[in-house]
């Protein structure tokens, strides 16, 4: 009776192990069938696509009948007033961006060429025109517009700032110095001042943005050479920040105090006027502070000798170089001159973008058309004044600016 019940179990035993086998064998069947069928499908597709392009109904629009199909065939006058430069230059500006903006084609859709895309930045950068619009006007989607200037914007920064906006050295140092020994001014490399670029009300601390003014703004400091290009620039400090107090945050004056010990550029640049060393340095408006590496005007106008007039109202012509640069910054890119309604850190990026820019055309020789300067009715903002700082004490910076109003003076009688 055991010896049959044992050989049940057995055959029970054995029964259950086959039907495991034919149920895994069954299952490794359908896997392979999928796997082949998988494959067969896609070498299918491959074929077709390659054989016929492929054209989607549902999902894409036609836009190949929009304005930017006839704008390249526009005269060049008119393709510089869209643009704010020449062919030339715009071509240029691809050539350099095309590396960082290209995208890669794939099967769903063949990307937007690089020069539609800087196209398409431009325009918003010239006209800070609506999204919607500029969607119309080159045939392509509402955020494609958004995310093609910040990609632009993005590109010009990233790859173009260190190129184009440097503190001058070596020859280009004497070229900017004797640039500025033709407007009257010794031993100078740039001028330096700042502007107020409109912004919306941020979300986190929006009364630190709200100027003397009474809107709402970040604060764009440039150095100019006499060229009226851009050789450094500070943007993002908050509209309510004084002068003194943004210049002091900025990499500029770091570099000058901290790292370079008083000094901005190259100390055997510097000259030697009746035993008081003349290092080479910027000039700026009363706002900021009196540096050796920094020169401004005396203050006291009603008590001026007839030497510190001189000076100050030389310093005050040969700084007028930064003064009609950002003038041309923001004539040329209008972005700049009106509210817009992007985030914060984007817009540091656009303005950084615009002085770029701004060289770009400069130094290609791009001119400034007269009709590009804004009229008193287009002026949307009033600019803040700036906060003159209280009167220094005695130091070495008075005593250089006191030798070279002197030295000027001298000239001025020879």
Not at 13 to 35: D, N, P
Not at 192 to 214: F, L, Q, W
Not at 341 to 347: P, R, T
Request: hydrophobic share 40%.
């Amino acid at each position: 009776m055991v010896e049959k019940q044992r050989r049940i179990n057995s055959l029970l035993l054995l029964r259950q192990r086959r039907r495991r086998e034919f149920l895994a064998e069954i299952e490794r069947s359908r896997i392979s069938y999928r796997r082949r069928r998988k494959a067969f499908v896609a070498f299918i597709v491959a074929v077709a696509n390659a054989a016929t392009p492929t054209v989607r109904r549902m999902w894409t629009r036609d836009r190949a009948h929009c304005f930017w199909s006839t704008i390249q065939h526009l005269g060049d006058e008119q393709w510089k007033a869209h643009f704010r430069m020449t062919r030339e230059t715009f071509d240029y500006l691809v050539e350099l961006l095309a590396p960082a903006i290209t995208r890669q084609t794939t099967n769903l859709r063949t990307p937007i060429e690089p020069r539609r895309r800087v196209a398409i930045a431009l325009w918003w950068l010239a006209t800070s025109g609506e999204y919607r619009t500029i969607a119309c006007l080159f045939g392509v989607g509402l955020s494609t517009v958004c995310n093609i200037v910040r990609q632009v914007t993005n590109a010009l920064v990233d790859t173009l700032h260190q190129r184009f906006i440097s503190l001058p050295t070596g020859q280009r140092l004497d070229a900017t110095i004797a640039g500025f020994v033709e407007r009257g001014y010794p031993q100078c490399a740039g001028a330096i001042d700042g502007t107020h670029i409109p912004i919306i009300a941020p979300r986190d601390n929006p009364e630190d943005y709200h100027n003397r003014k009474g809107w709402y703004s970040i604060i764009l400091q440039a150095v100019v050479d006499h060229n009226f290009c851009f050789t450094d620039v500070y943007v993002g400090c908050p509209g309510r920040t004084p002068d003194d107090r943004v210049f002091a945050n900025s990499d500029l004056f770091k570099l000058a105090e901290a790292q370079q010990h008083g000094y901005l550029f190259p100390r055997e640049k510097s000259t030697v006027v009746d035993g008081v060393e003349i290092p080479v340095h910027l000039i700026g408006d009363a706002a900021y502070p009196l540096k050796k590496w920094l020169m401004k005007g005396f203050t006291q106008h009603h008590q001026l000798s007839k030497e510190q007039a001189h000076y100050t109202n030389t310093l005050s012509s040969a700084r007028m170089v930064v003064e009609n640069a950002l003038g041309r910054l923001k004539g040329r890119w209008r972005c700049l001159m009106k509210r817009n309604d992007i985030d914060l850190a984007a817009m540091s990026n656009v303005v950084a973008a615009c002085c770029i820019l701004h060289n770009v055309c400069e130094i290609q020789k791009d001119n400034f058309l007269p009709e590009w300067n804004p009229v008193p009715e287009e002026e949307t903002v009033l600019q803040p004044h700036a906060e003159i700082p209280e009167t220094e004490r005695l130091n070495r910076a008075q005593l250089i600016r006191s030798t070279v109003a002197a030295n000027l003076a001298a000239m001025l009688e020879n």
